[in-house]
């Protein structure tokens, strides 16, 4: 005779609430890092838009915490300049229909360089 055992399990998945999800900037800090920018790119003719674009990034990043855990963005501005002549190129080989591309190449490159801090 064989005896059947029933098993019941019962998973209970927790909510994580670590921490709240939260951004500490302020307008002063954006409207100075932005006026910086903004200056820095106009006097380099625009050779320096994306240290603008990374200064800027990197602010935002510093300031956003998610789930309890600050964000901390990576990226160089010497890496989006190789990333920014090459988008530029293909805009220009493909008559301007890459274009169409160039926000989701931008928001895959900031979200690649963009980790949670320890």
Known sequence: MSEL???NINQNYAVQTE???YFDGGLLQYIGWSIIGGIVTICTFGICYPWAITMILGWKTRHTVINGRRL???GSAIG???NWIK???LCIITLGIYSFWLFIAM???KVKHTILAD
């Open 5 to 7: 055992t029933t098993i």
């Open 19 to 21: 921490g709240k999800s």
């Open 107 to 109: 928001e895959k490159w």
């Open 80 to 82: 989006l300049f190789g």
């Open 72 to 74: 901390k963005f990576t």
């Open 87 to 89: 988008w530029w190129l």
